[in-house]
């Protein structure tokens, strides 16, 4: 495992979705190689998707270059030591707003 503290580069998202993803990424460096970057990538991607709905989107590693576009108040990129995170939310519905967008919104059972 990194032992680094994460260091927010860029961000829109809400601090609370910052402090859980960067929580995400340190359980998964925890479960799996740090080579390992898809399984790292899929074990945060998996666990936004369930927290705050489908659409996301995480990239992992030490050396990327992307051009993305998100939803606004879903985007995040940091990294710790020598690992970068980029997770950010695609959706298909450009209509919703940014509470439904990111999952704020929850459902009555």
Partial sequence: MLEGKAVVRESDMP???QS???ELAYQAL???EVSDCQSI???IKQKFDEAYGTSWHCVVGKDFGCCISHLCGTFIFFH???MEFLIF???K???ETKEEAI???QKNP
């Fill in 15 to 17: 601090m609370e979705m």
């Fill in 20 to 22: 859980r993803v960067m």
């Fill in 30 to 32: 925890d479960l799996h």
């Fill in 41 to 43: 990538a899929r074990y």
């Fill in 80 to 82: 710790v030591e020598i």
């Fill in 89 to 91: 939310k695609d959706g």
């Fill in 93 to 95: 519905d450009l209509n």
């Fill in 103 to 105: 999952g704020v919104m």
